[in-house]
């Protein structure tokens, strides 16, 4: 793919699925891998491997070393992610996503037997460029299980909306850069809802051009 050139400061929607359309999530601890994988490998000196690492205990401490990127929002559904990340150093979203797709593929390959490829190429990303837009993305993340039809929004745990209604304690985004747009938490629920409404209209409408 074409790359973006990143630019520090700057805000990233990141999104990928599994090759085939195949699952890349087949059971709550391979959720919660890929979330230690986000915390953990989100610093600049590398930290080895984190296989069997604590993979379901997110009190263990990240080392203090300085962030790549910011964790804003993110969605965790059974065949593709997205995260929404702002960049905090120079190539920090590059060096940031190597690390976690290579660490989650060597995972889920010695975990499942399983040999290639386990996303559909390299990641795709959007560039953020607008507040706007940013609150766009941020509820369209969040919506997302919704969307799909998986559940409601507001109960899936694997994405960080029920950190954004206060109902979690803050694993990993932050959150403030999106909320501090909106009076309230409510007032925030309300646009996702939206969003997801419109979403999912999208989606219909997409069927049906396509049925004809």
Partial sequence: MKRTKFQKGEYYHI??????????????????????????????EPIGSIYLKQRNDFSHPMTKNEKLVDIIAYSLLPNHYHILVKELVENGLSKFMHKVSMGYSRFINEKYK?????????????????????????????????????????????????EYLGERDGIIPKKEDVLKNFSSKKDYSDYVKKVVVNAKQRKEDVKKYLLE
């Fill in 15 to 44: 999104y990928n699925r599994g090759v085939d359309k195949r699952e890349i999530f087949l059971d709550k601890y391979d959720y919660l891998r890929f979330l230690l994988g986000i915390k953990e490998f989100n610093q600049l």
């Fill in 114 to 162: 399983r040999s290639g490829s386990l996303f559909q190429g390299s990641y795709k990303l959007v560039h953020i460029d607008s507040e706007n837009y940013i609150n766009y993305i941020s509820a369209y993340i969040n919506g997302n299980p919704e969307i799909h039809g998986i559940g409601k929004a507001e109960k899936y745990i694997w994405s960080s909306y029920k």
